[in-house]
């Protein structure tokens, strides 16, 4: 257990459904991510927080995805109109801050869009 | 482009023995380099980190090694034992750009049999 925990840890839903996955970070850490994981490949990074400011997204974040922090501590990730090629293990990681300090991730949630 | 390449893609070995990973990068300047491990339905545990000025770290009984002229990583697993069966992923910081930013290889997935 790294301290970040993610909820739910799986999620099975409809295409065209929206879903929402939520973050914990470690407590002091005001750095957060989100990353995709899709089998046989490592993380792909979708968007990153320093405290409640989102100050980077990627290209892969759709205009159907969206994340927010809203008080600097826990976050949420929400799709809209899920497709299938949605489905992936979302993992979030965080950190304290620093060139060199690490990224704990968590559990990830596993979605499955039918 | 930054890459991280892993090799071998899989690798099974008998309980007990010894295994060598790899890992080439591009990622030039970086600033560390760490492996980390992923259990099937779980997200990344860090297992070494090491900067780009060290050759070696070792925790237990994985042992990373870097070489940084010719840009490349190893993971030894000496004694390996079932609980070793995972993914390992080879990710490289970069040294320019946003903090926090990682480059993952898509890891190497080793099964360890009795």
């Known amino acids: 257990d790294t301290g970040v925990s993610q909820d739910p840890r799986h999620k099975i839903t409809k295409r065209g459904q929206n879903v929402t996955f939520r973050c914990d970070p470690i407590?002091?850490?005001?750095?957060l991510y989100w990353y995709r994981q899709t089998l046989g490949q490592g993380p792909e990074f979708l968007t990153y927080?320093?405290?409640?400011?989102?100050?980077?997204k990627s290209r892969l974040l759709s205009d159907r995805f969206s994340a927010e922090r809203p008080k600097g501590s826990f976050s949420t990730l929400e799709i809209q109109r899920t497709e299938q090629g949605d489905s992936a293990m979302y993992l979030c990681?965080?950190?304290?801050?620093?060139?060199?300090?690490?990224?704990?991730f968590g559990p990830g949630t596993r979605l499955t869009v039918l | 482009k930054n890459q991280v390449e892993q090799s071998p893609q899989s690798l099974i070995i008998l309980e007990g023995k010894n295994c060598t990973l790899q890992?080439?990068?591009?990622?030039?300047?970086?600033?560390?380099l760490r492996w980390y491990k992923q259990d099937t339905g779980r997200g990344p545990v860090s297992l070494t980190i090491?900067?780009?000025?060290?050759n070696t770290k070792s925790n237990g009984r994985y042992t990373a090694t870097l070489d940084a002229d010719t840009k490349q990583s190893s993971l030894h697993i000496t004694a390996s034992q079932l609980s070793d069966s995972a993914s390992y992923i080879c990710?490289?910081?970069?040294?320019?750009?946003?903090?926090?930013?990682?480059?993952f290889g898509k890891g190497t997935k080793l099964s360890v049999k009795p």
């Open positions: 990681a965080t950190h304290s801050g620093g060139a060199g300090n690490e990224q704990f």
């Open positions: 407590s002091e850490h005001n750095r």
């Open positions: 927080f320093q405290n409640e400011a989102q100050l980077e």
């Open positions: 890992c080439n990068y591009t990622v030039s300047p970086f600033s560390n």
């Open positions: 090491m900067t780009f000025s060290e």
């Open positions: 990710v490289v910081s970069p040294a320019l750009g946003r903090q926090g930013n990682l480059i």
